[in-house]
């Protein structure tokens, strides 16, 4: 009997910090969605792609759930909740150090309104004693019928096969959208922006991680085979822009060095990056700036 190919489309959701993005890179096998220990990292659908010789499951990472503060709040509401709509599984993440919160409630009232079938990826299982989670998935069980219930660490790997072998399992026959070598259907100069904005998300503190966007200014292929790079880093405030350079320049040194390495890992190329700070006082409530860093309110 021939084996049937299955693909289908993955929703990934949950509270803000839970390791969507980590889960992604590690499903996926490279970095295409950026990690950081800050909330709200994930501002657009990230779509990753994983092809084995049976599958092809496309993940959309989405941004994390939280109560709405400005327009990019608003879309990035938008973006989290339409793909519940357009999936064949939708993979609910949680935290296993943080437990039940109020998060999780607005989430499961979306996920009542839906008939996609549901995982619970409890996540961080490496952080607990595995006494712990017995109660903990009691608990969430008793608030949603879920298909299966899958203890991971998306960060170290573990059981990340086996739940990568079930979503397979519950997927529909069906076509491989994309070509075996894909990953993403993001554009190389939002991959770059996203590596740029992550390093700088690691490097500064509280006041700046929601403040700051990512342009691309030019991407050139010079006859050497390196490519030159320039952005930028767009911030709200002037006391922003003194804190994204640093003293002397160090801040911005160390961001543009360590998102060199990651793009010469994405492109296969020397980098050459040139990085700039820019203040563009509360771009994320003008929408005219928004659409300008990616983020189309038409397409969601």
């Known amino acids: 009997m021939d084996i049937q190919y299955k ?25 295409i969605a950026i990690m950081s220990d ?6 657009n659908k990230v779509q990753g792609v994983r092809t084995t010789a049976d599958s092809q499951i496309i993940f959309i990472d989405t941004p994390g759930i939280h109560k709405p503060k400005h327009k990019l709040g608003d879309f990035m509401m938008k973006v989290a909740e339409n793909t519940l709509k357009e999936v064949d599984l939708i993979l609910f993440v949680i935290n296993a150090e943080e437990g039940y919160g109020r998060g999780d409630e607005f989430i499961i009232e979306r996920l009542k309104r839906t ?9 961080k299982i490496d ?20 298909k ?16 990568l072998k079930q979503i397979e399992d519950s997927l529909p026959e069906g ?26 998300l690691h490097l500064t503190r509280e006041e700046i991680p929601h403040s700051i966007a990512v342009a ?13 790079v320039e952005a930028t880093i767009v911030v709200e405030r002037d006391s922003q822009k003194g804190i994204v350079i640093g003293k002397r320049g160090a801040l911005l040194k160390e961001v543009g060095k360590r998102a060199r390495k990651d793009i010469e890992l994405l492109l296969g190329s020397q980098v050459f990056l040139e990085l700039w700070v820019k203040v563009q006082k509360d771009w994320r409530n003008k929408m005219s700036q928004l ?3 990616g983020f189309n309110e038409d397409e969601y």
């Open 127 to 146: 952080r607990v004693h595995p006494d712990q989670l017995l109660p903990l998935i009691d608990e969430y069980r008793g608030l949603y019928p879920f």
């Open 38 to 43: 800050k909330p709200q990292t994930t501002r």
């Open 175 to 200: 076509p491989q959208y994309y070509p075996s070598d894909q990953v993403t259907d993001h554009p190389e100069r939002f991959i770059i922006a996203e590596l740029i904005r992550e390093k700088v």
């Open 7 to 31: 693909s289908g489309f993955v929703s990934i959701i949950g509270r803000p910090n839970v390791g969507k993005s980590t889960f992604i890179n590690q499903a996926i096998g490279q970095k």
């Open 115 to 123: 008939k996609t079938p549901v995982f619970l990826i409890v996540n």
């Open 291 to 293: 659409r300008d860093f």
């Open 216 to 228: 691309i200014d030019l991407i050139k292929r010079r006859e050497n085979g390196s490519v030159y």
């Open 148 to 163: 299966e219930v899958v203890p991971i660490s998306a960060l170290e790997g573990n059981n990340v096969d086996t739940l």
